[in-house]
């Protein structure tokens, strides 16, 4: 079946630095579209970033660019992102998703398959 299984949450301080990754399996990875999104109690669920499956192009919300990067290894079926420069507005859940449709967005439901989430903490 499909799983998305997100690691590398935790505790850091502000400024500093995080790696999430999302290991997928149960279907094709290298033609889903990935997405990382965010959930802060209180919030709805926000768009983080995502990586087109095809030419890895990428898009970024405003409130991480510069500061996260996005990448995906389809040997591995694992989607990362790398979280430097950590605020602590960026304490959420984050959640991986895979999406098999050909546009990109960054809407939440249009996305087909979702992990169980990691939490990041950013402490001031």
């Known amino acids: 079946q499909v799983q998305l299984v997100e690691s590398g949450g935790g505790l850091v301080q502000a400024g500093g630095s995080l790696r999430l990754s999302c290991a997928a399996s149960?279907?094709?990875?290298?033609?889903?579209?990935m997405g990382w999104f965010r959930q802060a109690p209180g919030k709805e669920r926000e768009f983080v970033a995502l990586?087109?499956?095809?030419?890895?192009?990428?898009l970024y919300s405003d409130s991480v660019k510069g500061r996260f990067t996005i990448s995906r290894d389809n040997a591995k079926n694992t989607v990362y992102l790398q979280m430097n420069s950590l605020k602590p507005e960026d304490t959420a859940v984050y959640y991986c998703?895979?999406?098999?449709?050909?546009?990109?967005?960054?809407?939440?439901?249009?996305?087909?398959?979702w992990g169980q989430g990691t939490q990041v903490t950013v402490s001031s």
């Open positions: 990586i087109r499956w095809s030419d890895r192009s990428t």
């Open positions: 998703a895979a999406d098999g449709s050909p546009t990109l967005s960054r809407v939440g439901r249009r996305y087909d398959y």
């Open positions: 149960g279907f094709t990875f290298s033609t889903y579209t």
